[in-house]
Nanobody, 114 residues
Framework: QVQLVESGGGLVQPGGSLRLACAASTRIFSSYVMGWYRQAPGKQRELVAVITSDGKTNYGDSVKGRFTISRDNAKNTVYLQMNSLKPEDTAVYYC????????WGQGTQVTVSS
């Protein structure tokens, strides 16, 4: 069992930035594929970004060029730097850890509004 705790969400104006963090309780964090997903009201959960154990990244089309995923294996933490935020980025953002099994955090709300 892996516990994931997200932080860093909040209210930001369009064009602003936020950095999300997800701390994982596991001794083998470096082996996990880590990802960020989001779910807006009335919509399905969608991929935002993933990062593999060797640092390869993949992004959803809607966030390419604006968001950056990174990981610090020494701190058991994955980050999501979000720049040039748009109102359509408003959603609950979930952290995911996967290695055979998949684990989810409780989510953190991001609201982009003026």
């Amino acid at each position: 069992q892996v516990q994931l705790v997200e932080s860093g969400g909040g209210l930001v104006q369009p064009g602003g930035s936020l950095r999300l963090a997800c701390a994982a309780s596991t001794r083998i964090f470096s082996s996990y594929v880590m990802g960020w997903y989001r779910q807006a009201p009335g919509k399905q959960r969608e991929l935002v970004a993933v990062i593999t154990s060797d640092g390869k990244t993949n992004y959803g089309d809607s966030v390419k060029g604006r968001f950056t995923i990174s990981r610090d294996n020494a701190k058991n933490t994955v980050y999501l730097q979000m720049n040039s935020l748009k109102p359509e980025d408003t959603a609950v953002y979930y952290c995911n850890a996967q290695i055979v099994l998949s684990f989810w955090g409780q989510g953190t709300q991001v609201t982009v509004s003026s």
